[in-house]
């Protein structure tokens, strides 16, 4: 079992940063894939970044160059970090945790309960 606890989401103006967490317990972290997950109003889920254990990272094309994702083993923890925040980014902003890598949205069995990031332009 893992357990996902994401921290901070907040309304920002288009351009601002953000920075996410996502803290998690529960089994070794250093051996799991991280990610992040966005789910808009009226869309699906969709794969924002993930992190694996050896630090290969992975990024969906809207994301790449603003948005980084990183770990720290040591305090359980992942970060993502957005820069150039546009509108269009406001979503749900979820951390998930499997072995190994996908981004399909159906093949993360642990979540996280969400935090809003609003884009104001």
């Known amino acids: 079992q893992v357990q996902l606890v994401e921290s901070g989401g907040g309304l920002v103006q288009a351009g601002d940063s953000l920075r996410l967490s996502c803290a998690a317990s529960?089994?070794?972290?250093?051996?799991?894939?991280m990610s992040w997950f966005r789910q808009a109003p009226g869309k699906e889920r969709e794969f924002v970044a993930a992190?694996?254990?050896?630090?290969?990272?992975y990024y969906v094309d809207s994301v790449k160059g603003r948005f980084s994702i990183s770990r720290d083993n040591a305090k359980n923890t992942v970060y993502l970090q957005m820069n150039s925040l546009k509108p269009e980014d406001t979503a749900v902003y979820y951390c998930?945790?499997?072995?190994?890598?996908?981004?399909?949205?159906?093949?993360?069995?642990?979540w996280g309960q969400g935090t809003q990031v609003t884009v104001s332009s």
């Open positions: 992190i694996r254990n050896s630090g290969s990272s």
């Open positions: 529960g089994r070794t972290f250093s051996s799991i894939t």
């Open positions: 998930a945790a499997r072995l190994g890598f996908t981004m399909f949205t159906q093949n993360y069995a642990y």
